[in-house]
């Protein structure tokens, strides 16, 4: 075996060896801090944050208005996702660049932009005031923001899930004289379901954890993240470790049961 045959035959077992050393260091980076926080509190620090109403109402309202987001997602972004799986239009690529935008500006930018539009100074901020609907410092204002950050993990998720069931089945329905509606509801979206249950996760994901543009819009009804970050700057770590700690086990919980019951759905 010559020289260049070694080499050759080192680089695969180089490449497992830095492979394995990346995935440990990553599955470290991120579980590390995250072990610790958990590890931190004592059990009756926890107990008596999780007596605390204050606690218990601003995770419930972390849930609520999150769910709340993802549920509008689910009824606004599914027929906005199909439309982007199945039609090409010369907008098309701007259109997707546009969905991207919450995922890439700076969150307390979204929190001013809805405050500036929601305002008794602009023409829709007097209309929802005419309308009785009011957006700063309301939950109305919070599900208006978590549905802004969380809608384009949604739409790009099921937009994904509909690009993946073939054409020519929603053709072939068509063909034997379904209608589009029906087509959709019959082909499309039960071999598509699974990507709105996990784009609805993913939204509920995002909009949990959502902080920057929430305290802009709305300090109180106070929120989860908003709770941490306000038991840190008064108290420090001590006091805002056991609600970050529940709030992270409840999501957890929650998430699973969503997961199962989509394991459930598939095998029946």
């Given amino acids: 075996m010559n020289s260049k045959q070694k080499i050759n035959k080192s680089i695969p077992g180089i490449f497992i060896s830095l492979s394995w050393a990346g995935t440990i260091f990553i599955s470290a980076f991120i579980l590390f801090p995250l072990f610790e926080m958990v590890r931190q509190p004592s059990a009756a620090s926890l107990w008596e944050t999780i007596k605390d109403p204050d606690v218990i109402r601003a995770i419930w309202l972390s849930i609520y208005t999150s769910g709340m987001a993802a549920l509008i997602s689910l009824i606004f ?14 907008a098309k690529k701007f259109v997707e660049s546009i969905i991207d935008l919450p995922i890439m500006i700076p969150h307390p930018v979204i929190g001013i932009a ?62 034997l004289g379904a209608s589009p509606a029906r087509t959709f509801f019959r082909i499309t979206l039960p071999m598509a379901w699974r990507s709105m249950i996990a784009g609805i996760i993913m939204c509920i994901a995002r909009a949990v954890s959502e902080f920057g543009a929430v305290v802009i819009v709305a300090y109180h009804p106070m929120l989860a993240p908003v709770m941490i970050y306000e038991r840190f700057t008064a108290y420090g770590l001590k006091y805002s470790q056991p609600v970050a700690v529940w709030l992270i086990f409840i999501s957890l919980v929650l998430f699973l049961i ?11």
């Fill in 114 to 175: 809805i405050l500036g539009i929601s305002g008794r100074n602009h023409f829709l901020g007097r209309l929802l005031h005419n309308m009785g609907i009011e957006i700063m410092g309301t939950l109305t204002g919070l599900i208006a923001v978590l549905t802004f950050v969380g809608l384009p993990f949604y739409v790009n998720t099921v937009k994904e899930g509909f690009e993946a069931v073939p054409e020519r089945l929603e053709s072939v329905s068509r063909t």
């Fill in 258 to 268: 969503l997961r199962l019951v989509s394991s459930g759905i598939k095998k029946s």
């Fill in 77 to 90: 972004g599914t027929p906005f996702a199909y439309i982007l799986a199945r039609k090409n239009f010369k």
